[in-house]
């Protein structure tokens, strides 16, 4: 699988992101996120949504690329009421 770690390892890279600075972010310990980057570890999909959430307190970009890299595309909301 790892999808999601290859995805985190990028973004964090590209968005010059440490993992401490991520795992302040989402309240966690910094191993966690080492075990996801280094793709010892896959995250659950709880902590996926715990990435996506911290990632938008430190950069909204870096959020968006990690949905794009992870999911593979961002699935817009149609519904407008």
Do not use: C, H
């Not at 910094?30 to 949504?49: C, G, H, K, L, Y």
């Not at 959430?53 to 992870?70: C, H, M, P, Q, W």
């Amino acid at each position: 699988m790892a999808r999601a770690g290859k995805a985190l390892r990028q973004v964090l890279e590209t968005y010059n992101i440490s993992q401490n600075q991520l795992a302040v972010a989402m309240g966690i310990g910094r191993s966690s996120i080492n075990r996801w980057v280094n793709e010892s570890r896959d995250p659950s999909a709880e902590a996926v949504i715990e990435i996506i959430e911290g990632l938008e307190k430190i950069n909204s970009s870096a959020t968006r690329d990690f949905l794009v890299l992870y999911l593979g595309r961002i699935v817009e909301n149609d519904n407008q009421t």
